[in-house]
Antibody, heavy 121, light 111 residues
Framework: QGQLVESGGSVVQPGTSLRLSCAAS????????LHWVRQAPGKGLEWVAL????????YYGKSVEGRFSISRDVSKNTLYLQMNTLRTEDTAEYFC??????????????WGKGTTVIVSS | QSVLAQPPSVSAAPGQRVTISCSGS????????VSWYQQVPGTAPKLLIY???KRPSGIPDRFSGSRSGTSATLGITGLQTGDEADYYC????????????FGGGTKLTVL
C-alpha cells in the first residue's frame, strides 16, 4: 500500500528558511505524483504544491508560490519542500501525500502523519 | 475563505443518514471530478471517495458521493459513532495557474 514519513519540522523565526523531507516506501516512487498539504492549527486543509512522477511538472498554491519549492530525489525515494522567507501564517502541520494513480488526478490515497512547522519570533 | 463551500457542521443520530454538500464553480467542480476525505482530529486525512462516486478498497459502501453541475454531495448511511470526524471535499481548479482546492471542512457530530 505504501508509507510516507515526514521530517524536518521545527520552530523558526519569520524570514528564515526550512526544508521538509518525506521518505517514501512500499510503492514505486517513480510512478506517482506527490503532494504537500498543510493544516494551520484549528483550520482546514490547504493544498501547497505537487510534483509529477518524473519531476517535470510542478504546481504551487497561491499563498506559497515564489517562496516554496518542491523537489524529489529518486535515488533516495524522498520528496522535499524547500520553504523560504517563512511567515507566521505558514505555521501548520505539513503532510505529504501520494496521488492515487500514476497520472495526476489530485486524489491523495496515502498520507504521512505530518510534521509541525511553527514560525514565530 | 475556501474556494469550495461546505457547511461548518452537520449532526445526526446513530443509524441515520446524513449528507454533506460542497459548492464550487465552473472553474473547479463544474469541470473536474471530486474527492472526499475524512479526518479524525489529530490524524492524517483519509481518502473516502474519488472520481465523484468511487470508493477506494476498504471504504464501506455506507459512504457514497455524487456530483451535479457545480456541486457535489457526500452521503453517509447507518451512522456510527466512529464516523464522527471532519470531512473535506477536494477537486482541481482550472483558474490561474491551477492546483488542488479543498472545501473548508464539515464537522460531523453523531449525537
Amino acid at each position: 500500500q505504501g508509507q510516507l514519513v515526514e521530517s524536518g519540522g521545527s520552530v523558526v523565526q519569520p524570514g528564515t528558511s526550512l526544508r521538509l523531507s518525506c521518505a517514501a516506501s512500499g510503492f514505486n516512487f517513480n510512478s506517482h505524483t506527490l503532494h504537500w498539504v498543510r493544516q494551520a492549527p484549528g483550520k482546514g486543509l490547504e493544498w501547497v504544491a505537487l510534483i509529477s512522477h518524473d519531476g517535470s511538472n510542478k504546481y504551487y498554491g497561491k499563498s506559497v508560490e515564489g517562496r516554496f519549492s518542491i523537489s524529489r530525489d529518486v535515488s533516495k525515494n524522498t520528496l522535499y519542500l524547500q520553504m523560504n522567507t517563512l511567515r507566521t501564517e505558514d505555521t501548520a502541520e505539513y503532510f505529504c501525500a501520494r496521488d492515487l494513480k500514476p497520472f495526476l488526478t489530485g486524489y491523495m490515497d496515502v498520507w504521512g502523519k505530518g510534521t509541525t512547522v511553527i514560525v514565530s519570533s | 475563505q475556501s474556494v469550495l463551500a461546505q457547511p461548518p457542521s452537520v449532526s445526526a443520530a446513530p443509524g441515520q443518514r446524513v449528507t454533506i454538500s460542497c459548492s464550487g464553480s465552473s472553474a473547479n467542480i463544474g469541470n473536474n471530478d471530486v474527492s472526499w476525505y475524512q479526518q479524525v482530529p489529530g490524524t492524517a486525512p483519509k481518502l473516502l471517495i474519488y472520481d465523484n462516486n468511487k470508493r477506494p478498497s476498504g471504504i464501506p459502501d455506507r459512504f457514497s458521493g455524487s456530483r451535479s453541475g457545480t456541486s457535489a454531495t457526500l452521503g453517509i448511511t447507518g451512522l456510527q459513532t466512529g464516523d464522527e470526524a471532519d470531512y473535506y471535499c477536494g477537486t482541481w481548479d482550472n483558474s490561474l495557474a491551477g492546483g488542488v482546492v479543498f472545501g473548508g471542512g464539515t464537522k460531523l457530530t453523531v449525537l
